[in-house]
């Protein structure tokens, strides 16, 4: 089964904020990330939070992580159209880092 | 800017064909992976790699081969194509930047196998 889940698709209005959601099952996992995808293209490193922290701000970006529930989210301020990406929730596992990926979530900024 | 390079970016063939995937990273990263991207978008962990000479399958079952004779050299390879290999292949590969794991993506490969 997925270790790690998201939900698959978010439309937003430009302007609004965005939250993503993701949950995960591996409760040694030292770090998650947030990936973009922009299309056709490889994925980019957004941000990431250590476990041990409940929060991380960077400009836009806020991750929130919830480690009782294994929950983590990103909120994305004031959604531009450039935002427009898929949105990928990652793990890593031990500590040689194997990066453990969710299945992505696509987000639509409209006008 | 990341420095790793995938190619070739698109590949049309026919079935039966024997491909190679190149990935190189020039950022002297030992840990090196490719993924799997279906249609649908989702990520499948299908090799990794710890450095040279080392190579492991990932979480998703696959019938392509991996090779590591080089630090900066990692490609994938299919032995006979088939429709049913049709995907985009990623290759990623990390390093510890203080307790924090980063990983960089080369752009990716089309694969349409007819």
């Known amino acids: 089964g997925e270790d790690v889940e998201q939900s698959l698709f978010l439309s937003v209005r430009e302007g609004d904020s965005s939250v993503i959601n993701c949950t995960y099952t591996?409760?040694?996992?030292?770090?998650l990330y947030w990936y973009k995808q922009e299309p056709g293209a490889g994925l980019q490193l957004l941000t990431y939070?250590?476990?041990?922290?409940d929060m991380k701000q960077d400009q836009r970006l806020t991750v929130l992580l919830n480690k009782k529930d294994k929950h983590l989210s990103l909120r994305i301020a004031d959604t531009q159209t450039g935002d427009s990406a898929i949105y990928f929730c990652?793990?890593?596992?031990?500590?040689?880092?194997?990066?453990?990926f969710g299945a992505g979530t696509q987000v639509v900024v409209t006008p | 800017e990341a420095d790793i390079y995938q190619t070739p970016r698109y590949l049309v063939i026919g079935t039966g064909k024997k491909i190679t995937l190149e990935c190189s990273q020039t950022?002297?990263?030992?840990?090196m992976y490719w993924y799997q991207q279906d249609p649908g978008m989702e990520l499948h962990l299908i090799h990794y790699?710890?450095?040279?000479?080392?190579?492991e399958k990932g979480d998703l079952s696959s019938e392509s081969t991996v090779s590591r004779i080089r630090t900066e050299h990692f490609p994938l390879t299919l032995e006979s194509a088939r429709p049913s290999h049709t995907s985009q292949y990623l290759c990623?590969?990390?390093?510890?930047?203080?307790?924090?794991?980063?990983?960089?993506f080369g752009q990716g490969t089309r694969l349409t196998v007819v």
């Open positions: 990623a590969s990390t390093y510890r930047r203080g307790e924090s794991l980063e990983a960089f």
């Open positions: 591996d409760s040694s996992s030292t770090y």
């Open positions: 939070i250590f476990s041990n922290m």
């Open positions: 990652a793990e890593s596992m031990g500590s040689w880092g194997k990066l453990q």
């Open positions: 950022m002297g990263h030992d840990k």
């Open positions: 790699s710890y450095g040279v000479n080392s190579t």
